[in-house]
T-cell receptor, first 112, second 112 residues
Framework: DGGITQSPKYLFRKEGQNVTLSCEQN?????MYWYRQDPGQGLRLIYY???????QKGDIAEGYSVSREKKESFPLTVTSAQKNPTAFYLC???????????FGDGTRLSIL | GENVEQHPSTLSVQEGDSAVIKCTYS??????FPWYKQELGKGPQLIID?????GEKKDQRIAVTLNKTAKHFSLHITETQPEDSAVYFC???????????FGTGTSLTVIP
């Protein structure tokens, strides 16, 4: 059964700590995306990757980093430089060029 | 860049009534418009989409209309049911770059 798996579902970060959110897809999609969702706001793009070993910053990339070493995987690291990391993080994938994005079920990150 | 506005932010309807959610976009190059439904604690799920060469698309109780001249598109849900209660997001994208720009969401409540 194809889909996108995000883990963990809940994550807590201590001050000064980097944390990594996992996103794996078995849909054979080339493009992958990370979004941040805050209450009452739409989805804001953090980073996206259209092909392995390549990625671009989205609208709110500061304080985040990504890697794309494999087609199936697009992990997001929330660094200590991100001063307000509490949010719901969504990973998505798609076939490029105007096709719908498929989303995972998200990771909720909170500050301890 | 693209700017997508969505109204209303909240909507309550009686079961069996219709619900309409409207979105406007700013970039005339946008040519693909999906609608997503997000239930609590889950990722958004695609429910219907429309491309710029079509004015209307229908799938059972759900329909989407697009007015390219006015740069707006709408989601119509007829014969609403309690399970339609969720947050709905519209989005717009262009063929190049495959970035999606999301509206801020509409929280729909269907009252039994």
């Amino acid at each position: 059964d194809g889909g996108i798996t995000q883990s963990p579902k809940y994550l807590f970060r201590k001050e000064g700590q980097n944390v990594t959110l996992s996103c794996e897809q078995n849909l054979n999609h080339d493009a992958m995306y990370w979004y941040r969702q805050d209450p009452g706001q739409g989805l804001r793009l953090i980073y996206y990757s259209q092909i392995v070993n390549d990625f671009q910053k989205g609208d709110i990339a500061e304080g985040y980093s990504v890697s794309r070493e494999k087609k199936e995987s697009f992990p997001l690291t929330v660094t200590s430089a991100q001063k307000n990391p509490t949010a719901f993080y969504l990973c998505a994938s798609s076939i490029p060029a105007g096709q719908p994005q498929h989303f995972g079920d998200g990771t909720r990150l909170s500050i301890l | 860049g693209e700017n997508v506005e969505q109204h209303p932010s909240t909507l309550s309807v009686q079961e069996g009534d219709s619900a309409v959610i409207k979105c406007t976009y700013s970039d005339s190059a946008s040519n693909y418009f999906p609608w997503y439904k997000q239930e609590l604690g889950k990722g958004p799920q695609l429910i219907i989409d429309i491309r710029s060469n079509v004015g209307e698309k229908k799938d059972q109780r759900i329909a989407v209309t697009l007015n390219k001249t006015a740069k707006h598109f709408s989601l119509h849900i007829t014969e609403t049911q309690p399970e339609d209660s969720a947050v709905y997001f519209c989005a717009a994208s262009k063929r190049r770059g495959n970035q999606f720009y999301f509206g801020t969401g509409t929280s729909l409540t269907v009252i039994p």
